[in-house]
Nanobody, 119 residues
Framework: VQLQASGGGLVQPGGSLRLSCAAS????????MGWYRQAPGKQRELVAT???????NYVDSVKGRFTISRDNAKNTVYLQMNSLVPEDTAVYRC??????????????WGQGTQVTVSS
């Protein structure tokens, strides 16, 4: 199983970015997909998760600004980030947990994508 993330970049405060993360490989099902971030000198933080049924969770600091969604047919998770602030600057990584085609559990990470919010 591989996860390929894309969509990071440099944006001004108040701007928007959309991250994508596509899972591929021997996948039977994906239970939960999520986005994490880690800023320099800080611990990794869970930003948002979405379950196969559509339930979502967000860290308080992004509620009302970020929206996580997924396309189950494409095994892809998205993170729409609006009203970005400098404190959102971090390396963002996606994670997926589920079952492989041989019905074994998996938890995989995508590569990090840098998000920088600066004027």
């Amino acid at each position: 199983v591989q996860l390929q993330a894309s969509g990071g970049g440099l944006v001004q405060p108040g701007g928007s970015l959309r991250l994508s993360c596509a899972a591929s490989g021997s996948i039977f099902s994906i239970n939960v997909m999520g986005w994490y971030r880690q800023a320099p000198g800080k611990q990794r933080e869970l930003v948002a998760t979405i379950f196969s049924g559509g339930n979502t969770n967000y860290v308080d600091s992004v509620k009302g600004r970020f929206t996580i969604s997924r396309d189950n047919a494409k095994n892809t998770v998205y993170l729409q980030m609006n009203s970005l602030v400098p404190e959102d600057t971090a390396v963002y990584r996606c994670n997926a947990e589920g079952l492989t085609a041989s019905r074994t559990n998996f938890s995989y990470w995508g590569q990090g994508t840098q998000v920088t919010v600066s004027s």
